[in-house]
């Protein structure tokens, strides 16, 4: 489990509009492309602050691909940076407030506690 780089992938998807708007119209390529070009970027990605051991595993690849947060959940993303790229990415699907969320949460009813753990 590659924790780290799914919620920073998260984290960072969910701070730039047109990154959001690239992952809701093409997941499966916004996550090559970001696995790709800014895993391994350290400090703001400056270049000379890269790593190379940075990538998620087939099964987190799949599940932001496919937009899969209970997965992600699963998996052991931190769940609020899922719900609140996932804000971003479906509340404006919605006709009434908080839908996206409440059905977010239904998809998760099924989880008991303890819920996964979420340390990076």
Request: hydrophobic fraction near 45%; aromatic fraction near 10%.
């Amino acid at each position: 489990m590659s924790r780290y780089v799914v919620d920073k992938f998260l984290f960072t998807a969910d701070r730039d509009p047109e990154l959001v708007a690239r992952y809701r119209a093409d997941p499966a390529s916004t996550v090559a492309w970001w696995e790709r070009e800014h895993a391994n970027a350290m400090l703001n990605g400056i270049a000379a602050e890269a790593s190379t051991w940075c990538g998620f595993t087939d099964e987190e690849r799949r599940a932001l691909a496919t937009q899969d947060h209970v997965a992600l959940f699963e998996l052991g993303a931190h769940p609020f940076l899922t719900l609140t790229l996932w804000i971003a990415l479906f509340e404006q699907d919605s006709d009434e407030p908080l839908a996206m969320q409440r059905g977010y949460a239904a998809r998760l009813a099924h989880c008991s506690l303890p819920h996964p753990d979420i340390t990076t």
